[in-house]
C-alpha cells in the first residue's frame, strides 16, 4: 500500500483513535483488541530493530537478538534512511523522557 493510499478518513480516524490513548495499559487494551498477536510480534520487532540501527549494531547482531530476518533488517533500516522520519520522531521523544 502507497503512502498516498494511506491517508483517508478511515486511517485519520484509526490514527485519531491512537493519538487519543493516555496511558500505555490503554494502548496495549486497544492494540490486543485490533491487531493479532503474530502482528503485534512482527510490530515489537521492527521497532527493536530500528533501535538497534540506532545503534549502529550489525545485522548479524540484530538476528541474533530478535530473530528478524536481514529483509526485515533491510527494509527498517531503508525506512530510517529514506522514510518519512517517523522512527526518528518516536525515539527523539523517547529519548527527551529519559533524560
Known sequence: MSKKNLH????DNLMDGILCLETREEAYNFFADL???????????RFQVASMLREECTYTEIVEKTGASTAT????????????????VV?????????
Open 8 to 11: 483517508d478518513e478511515a486511517m
Open 91 to 99: 525515539f527523539e521523544r523517547l529519548n527527551k523522557e529519559k533524560a
Open 35 to 45: 491487531c493479532t498477536v503474530n502482528e503485534l510480534e512482527d510490530l515489537r520487532q
Open 73 to 88: 533488517i533491510s527494509r527498517v533500516n531503508r525506512a530510517i534512511n529514506y522514510g518519512e522520519d517517523g522512527y526518528d
